[in-house]
Structures are given as C-alpha cells and as structure tokens.
T-cell receptor, first 110, second 114 residues
Framework: GIQVEQSPPDLILQEGANSTLRCNFSDSVNNLQWFHQNPWGQLINLFYIPSGTKQNGRLSATTVATERYSLLYISSSQTTDSGVYFC????????????FGKGTKLTVNP | KAGVTQTPRYLIKTRGQQVTLSCSPISGHRSVSWYQQTPGQGLQFLFE???????NKGNFPGRFSGRQFSNSRSEMNVSTLELGDSALYLCASSLVPGGNTEAFFGQGTRLTVV
C-alpha cells in the first residue's frame, strides 16, 4: 500500500522563527490533508490540498503531486503552534481510509 | 455547524470487560471512519462505514467491531479488553466515501485499560 513519510520527526524553534515540514508519499494521490494534533488529542484540519498552494494566515501548504510531496510552511511561529503535525493521504482503491505519516513534533519555545 | 462528536471523552476499563464508543458525524456527512492512535503504532485505520455498511476494515482482531445507524451515527465496540487496547480512538466523518472529500475528526475517546 501507499507509504507516507514525514520529516523532520522533531523540530524545536524559538518563537518568531519560520519552519518547513515535509511529507513524501510513495504513489499518486488525489488528495492530501494536513492536520495539527492539539494537546487534547483532536486532529485539527489545516489544509485539504490535492495540488497547488494554499495559504491560511501564517500557514501555507504546497503539494506537488507529480513529484509526490507536500510542504507545510509555518511563519512567525508562536508557542500555540506547538504540537504534532500529520499529513494523510487516501489509501488506494477508492477507500475512505487515510494513511498517515508518523508526524512532526513541533516545539516552539518563548 | 456542529463538528464531529465523540462520547465519552475518557474511559477507564478493566481487562476482560467490553466497551462501546460513539461517534456522531457532521450533519449531512454519511461516511464515518475509526482510527486507533498509540505511541508505538501511530494512527491506524480500524474501519469505515457508509449507509450502514462496513466498507473496509483494518488489520485488527475480531474483538473490534462497529456499526452505523440510519442517522449516520456510528459505534465501535471492543470486547474482552486487553492492556494493549489502551489508546486514543478517533472518529472521522466525510461527506461521501472514496477518499475524494475532506475528512473531519472528533476530539477522540481516550481509553485506558487497567
């Protein structure tokens, strides 16, 4: 089945710094989602981005489907950005199943 | 517009017992999927339901089961609980199945088996 790899696994930043998180996937996909898992465990939707670039405030994402990767950019990071970021793609075969990467744990220090 | 609602939020059970978790999807969403999250295994797919039918099931033992009702609400059941079943259980809803629509997650149910 499709494989999803995220890098880096851990990232520590000072408040105000910028960062780039990467998501590679092993086969073609027709959509990709980025999530932020908050300290209480809920997965918060950041982007639904099959291809192209989207922006939402300090966050933006780019998916290059032909090259099988997606990037999540966080600018001017804040302590509230801390948490784990996941990307997920649908399993093949028309299933609703999402295949997740192992996540990037981001810590933003004041 | 209400989000995905999971109940209960927290559960503590004893080995050998059984447990039922509930998920109410976003209004109008008909597809519900369940995931288990543990520190060692990450997020793993359990099963997905659409129109009261199980469409797919992940690689979990038969102790894990689920169902979906006509109003799209879903329940999952774990029988004969084991310590290793301690995990965060997340439910996702989407408009239709097939991987082409955005999935939204509930806050999860944190199950502890002692």
């Amino acid at each position: 089945g499709i494989q999803v790899e995220q890098s880096p696994p851990d990232l520590i930043l000072q408040e105000g710094a910028n960062s780039t998180l990467r998501c590679n996937f092993s086969d073609s996909v027709n959509n990709l989602q980025w999530f932020h898992q908050n300290p209480w465990g809920q997965l918060i939707n950041l982007f639904y981005i099959p291809s192209g670039t989207k922006q939402n405030g300090r966050l933006s994402a780019t998916t290059v489907a032909t090259e099988r990767y997606s990037l999540l950019y966080i600018s001017s990071s804040q302590t509230t950005d801390s948490g784990v970021y996941f990307c997920a793609v649908p399993a093949q075969g028309g299933s609703e199943k999402l295949v997740f990467g192992k996540g990037t744990k981001l810590t933003v220090n004041p | 517009k209400a989000g995905v609602t999971q109940t209960p939020r927290y559960l503590i059970k004893t080995r050998g017992q059984q447990v039922t978790l509930s998920c109410s999807p976003i209004s109008g969403h008909r597809s519900v999927s369940w995931y288990q999250q543990t520190p060692g295994q990450g997020l793993q797919f359990l099963f997905e339901y659409f129109s009261e039918t199980q469409r797919n099931k992940g690689n979990f033992p038969g102790r894990f089961s689920g169902r979906q009702f006509s109003n799209s609400r879903s329940e999952m059941n774990v029988s004969t609980l084991e310590l290793g079943d301690s995990a965060l259980y997340l439910c996702a809803s989407s408009l239709v199945p097939g991987g082409n629509t955005e999935a939204f997650f509930g806050q999860g149910t944190r199950l502890t088996v002692v």
